[in-house]
């Protein structure tokens, strides 16, 4: 319990900096704005770009790890989906709902939590995770969230024109640009590399902190009913999706899982959405949304968490 809040503690100390200053006037909800577009623009692209440049492809070939979890997110984005649509929920919202329920925090709070239980792995199911969000999953989301901007037309117009837009998004164009350096296997220069992670290391802080400052003023009783089952489809539903998955993959005539691997899917789906949640959900006009349910899922992950890893001891 004492590991999980030594992960977790800092996350709350850099959301509650955020708030406090933004709430004492230094600055304000406009200056988080222009925050969060300097995190989705540069901090989070170098963080991308540095995550899958930086590893060997032979790292990341499990297609038993992979197909497990992608099959889980799949079936909990169509959930999602379907839930959102019955509930009468804007087409935007409902794919902001869908990328919180979807999408991990692999990164800052899934790969320090399989370093303490799942070591050996760690490493290999976090590049894993990060291809499958990285390149499948988050691409997916973020073309649905362009659809659903409303654009009329014959659907090859609407997909040209959501392309056009995703040909032109800094994350695209940062995890192209890292498999391409991958699959070559170039080495950048020393100054190169330096200067990619000045920005990477920037992208984790300033996010929370960013999410901290959208929180002041809003109202989250409101709220309740629409991001309740955003945290339930994150740390419930997503962690069990992928369970499921995997424990199917002998049916489809794969070989089972590892343990330790199927323990590191596990773990990975039952984390909080990630971090830069609320920034991608800003771009979409529904940072409200995005920051509120990363406050209480995070805040909720504590105890669903502590489960989860009690389970899978």
């Known amino acids: 319990m004492i590991e999980i809040l030594a992960i977790t503690g800092p996350i709350y100390m850099a959301i509650a900096l955020g708030y406090a200053t933004t ?41 038993a790890y992979a197909l497990a979890y ?16 019955r509930s009468g929920l804007s087409a935007t919202d409902n794919v902001v709902a869908a990328m919180g329920m979807t999408c991990s925090n692999s990164s800052f709070v899934g790969y320090p939590i399989l370093l303490l239980m799942v070591a050996p ?19 997916l989301l973020l073309a649905l969230a362009e659809r659903s901007r409303g654009e009329t037309g014959h659907w090859t117009v609407v997909v040209g024109q959501s392309l056009k837009r995703l040909a032109t998004n800094p994350i695209i164009l940062a995890m192209a640009a890292g498999l391409f350096v991958s699959v070559m296997r170039w080495q950048l220069p020393e100054p190169v590399l330096r200067a990619v992670n000045l920005f990477a290391l920037s992208s984790a802080g300033l996010s929370l902190f960013v999410i901290g400052g959208t929180l002041v003023g809003l109202p989250l009783r409101g709220m309740a009913r629409q991001i309740m089952p955003i945290a339930f489809g994150k740390l419930v539903l997503h962690p069990l999706a992928v369970l499921v998955a995997a424990l199917a993959l002998p049916w489809l ?3 089972a899982l590892e343990p330790q691997l199927r323990v590191a899917a596990v773990l990975m789906a039952a984390v909080p959405m990630m971090s830069i949640y609320p920034i991608l959900a800003q771009s979409y006009g529904r940072e409200d ?16 968490l502590s489960g989860v890893i009690w389970l899978t001891s």
């Open 23 to 63: 709430r004492g006037g230094l600055f304000t909800r406009a200056d988080m704005r222009v925050f969060g577009q300097f995190v989705i623009k540069l901090a989070l692209p170098a963080m991308l770009f540095n995550a899958l440049s930086q590893r060997q492809i032979s790292e990341i070939l499990n297609p």
């Open 70 to 85: 992608l099959a889980g997110t799949l079936v909990v984005l169509g959930l999602s989906l379907a839930w959102g649509k």
């Open 121 to 139: 792995v760690a490493a290999v199911a976090l590049a894993l995770n990060m291809l499958v969000e990285n390149v499948l999953v988050i691409p």
């Open 253 to 255: 005539g794969m070989a």
């Open 289 to 304: 949304l995005g920051a509120a349910a990363l406050l209480l899922t995070t805040v909720a992950s504590f105890f669903s």
